[in-house]
């Protein structure tokens, strides 16, 4: 039994405590370790702040309150199902969402809040060529519907973002923070977010995700050259490379970076049980490497030649006396300290150097990491299949992950084609490997090309799956940019309409295709569901004071002309927080479709009439099924409102389940 000790007796620190816990809450709502109320009030829904005075410290521009407003506001929206678009419908676990990404961010939160491990985004550099179009937080989706035509446009005009007004920076910022706000939420306690940025707004970026996501969560600012010739468009230094930014949730730690082949050629020795490994020096090298550095890491460590073992302490007359020592002979220090050597004295190794004249100490690193620290969940007994990593550094180079492959890969899947500076599917491998796991969720909401999509799949191909959920605007590819006219033409010959979402849904297609074929397993998942931003499939009241009557009408049934079962089942899943690539049943009773969804976390029966005499065994069969699923969670169960002969037949469908224990009966 634990006793009491004197602290147990200490009342505690509610101030405090409860600081901590809105702080781990609200990040961006702190400045100096102080609450900033102002700020807070907003988080918390309080609109009229921004009628009151401008912020006053940190990274301020015009039009901050509104952005954040912008992030606090719901959508009205949802997205269609589009069956015919996509690749393996019923088995596939990945999402492509065609439209507005903050829109559609804001519409995953219920579904897939705290279950995204790793967000990848290549968002617009802003280098005043880029697409931007004005967010609006009164309604954004009515923003997003007359862009893409959905709706009457109104004279509606969108353009690069140019330097009109001196404001180039602040309609990035605006863009960029309702997006970064509303995608933290669905990463998880250990997940991760990276963000390729060029100098451009690396600067700005780092501050507002220093607000974001909090600057101790700062991982690190990865310089990544990509174009080792350098781009010839700057005037006096050609720019070789990027940025990577990347933060971590609380409980992030890094999986390592895949090692390459050279560096594989390094794990040259093998132990007694055929463990491969390499040998590194423990004698510090580089600043601060003298022993006044660090007193404690300087101690003898004493070799007995005949056993070839090592110790701390000198056990025959013979044993070699090592103590670390720099290139001056000076007295240096060793990486370990005292306790750390302790416990690794069996992978201590003591050479000598003639030309030197002097004994050092080597220490194993293991190829395998699970023989000398913790691995993933699975160990896999067959030694071609464990992954070989390394601690990344904050420098990335290679041919691999430039933009000349970048634009290889994506012509070998378009010949032709132009593409407007892709990413390499090996930089975001590199990634992937080093946030997730297999099996983890991805999601890019500036998709682009698709190619996270592409990296996905290459992994699935070799048996590393992951799920991803892209996000990309139909945006134009711009027919008076001479820079596109290549990929506009190729998009015309090949029957392609000549938008970015539709290349990058064509290249996972031609992707997948390629994959299969050279793939190592036969469990991979390599198709995509498709899904389109719009608004509600539930009728808003919108009276025409002009005719009330025919306003009444309209709007008897509450649902949108035009939409089927699937779309009002997907805006169900959305609204209940159940993800969309969740498996869905039909079973028909007295001739009525019932869908079960979640395997009975959730009915609908959307058959657009019910009679009286039809309601009882359409209830019963919903209970027969609820008996045979046995869901873990209440289930809910939706009827069309409009469906039922009269308001007896839905009162007595209602009654009928809930006396069975289905308590939750809604109609829609």
Sequence with gaps: MEKVTQEDGQSADVVGNNIEKL??????????????FEVLRQLLGDASVLEEGEEKYGLNWHGKKKA???????????????AEESTDWEDTKNIFIEGDNLESLKLLQRSYAGKVKL???DPPYNTGSDFVYPDNYADNLDTYLKYTGQVDDDGMKFSSNTETGGRKHTNWLNMMLPRLKVAKNLLSRDGAIFISIDQNEQPQLQALCDEVFGSENLISCITVINNMKGRNDKKNIATAHEYLLAYGMPDFESLGVPLTDEQLKEYKHEDDNGEKYALRDLRKRGRPDRREDRPNMYFPIFFDEAKQTCSLERRLATDIEITPKRGDKSDGRWRWGFETVKENLDILHAKYSAKKDRWDIEHRVYLNPGVRAEVSDEEDDDDDNVQRTSK???????GEISTDVANREFKKQFPGSNPDYPKSPYLLEKIVHMATRPGDLVLDFFAGYGTMGDTIYRLAGAGQGRRFILIQLPEEIDPDDKDQAATRKYCADNGIAPRISELAKERLRRSASVVREQSETDDGDFGFRVFK?????????NPDKSDLEGTLDIHAARLIDGRDDGDLLYELLLKRGVDLATPIE?????????????????FACLAKSIEKAEVDRIAQGILDWHKEL??????????????????????????ILEQNGITHVRSL
């Design 68 to 82: 954040r407003q912008i992030a606090l506001t719901p959508s009205p929206g949802t997205l269609l199902p589009c």
């Design 119 to 121: 967000i990848y985004i």
């Design 630 to 655: 046995e869901p873990e969670t209440d289930t809910h169960v939706f009827f069309r409102d409009s469906a039922f002969e009269d308001d007896i037949a839905k009162t007595n469908m209602a009654a």
């Design 533 to 541: 931003l719009a608004n509600s499939n539930l009728l808003a009241w």
């Design 392 to 398: 990344p550094k904050s420098f990335w180079w290679g």
């Design 23 to 36: 702080q781990g809450l609200f990040p961006d709502a702190f400045e100096d370790g102080r609450v900033n």
């Design 586 to 602: 039909t079973k028909k009773f007295d001739g009525k479709e019932v869908h079960s969804i979640g395997f009975g976390v959730l």
